[in-house]
């Protein structure tokens, strides 16, 4: 497959793309995320509960979501268990050979730069998002809820 990545159309709508590039027949999936996977380390689920929150809101998490949340969760640990090694042990072997600990950041900082735009947790894949108004809901009464709360 060639070319850039198509955009999710969640993404286009948030960002307010014209209507004719919306793709209206993208399978729907259920909003919200699941529980935080059993496999997850500790530091990767501390980032898991700091971070759903958060992308929960901006109305981007469906349930299918939840793998991919949590690869880069576990990635955010396995990056700061590598970083420390390197801190206490140095990014060199004794043979002046670059040790695993540097190989592995590298590709974790790698991981976790290409999930981050994919989330848009970085600023310029931020800068590229618009927030309008939330959709409407199939709920008639959540939608009654929603705008009270903002009232």
Not at 1 to 10: D, E, F, L, V
Not at 64 to 89: F, G, H, M, P, W
Not at 117 to 135: D, H, M, Q
């Amino acid at each position: 497959m060639r070319g850039r990545k198509p955009t999710p159309t969640a993404l286009k709508l948030i960002r307010g793309e014209e209507e004719r590039r919306i793709n209206r027949d993208e399978p729907k999936i259920a909003k919200g995320i699941g529980t935080a996977p059993d496999w997850l380390d500790d530091l990767a689920r501390k980032e898991w509960f700091q971070i759903v929150p958060q992308l929960e809101a901006s109305g981007m998490l469906t349930q299918v979501d939840t793998n991919s949340l949590a690869a880069y969760c576990q990635v955010i640990s396995r990056l700061a268990q590598a970083e420390a090694y390197i801190k206490e042990n140095g990014m060199f072997d004794e043979r002046g050979k670059r040790n695993d600990a540097q190989i592995t950041a590298e590709k974790c900082w790698q991981a976790m730069l290409k999930f981050s735009s994919e989330y848009g947790l970085t600023p310029a894949s931020r800068a590229r998002i618009k927030v309008g108004e939330p959709a409407k809901s199939d709920d008639p009464m959540e939608d009654f809820l929603r705008s009270k709360q903002q009232a």
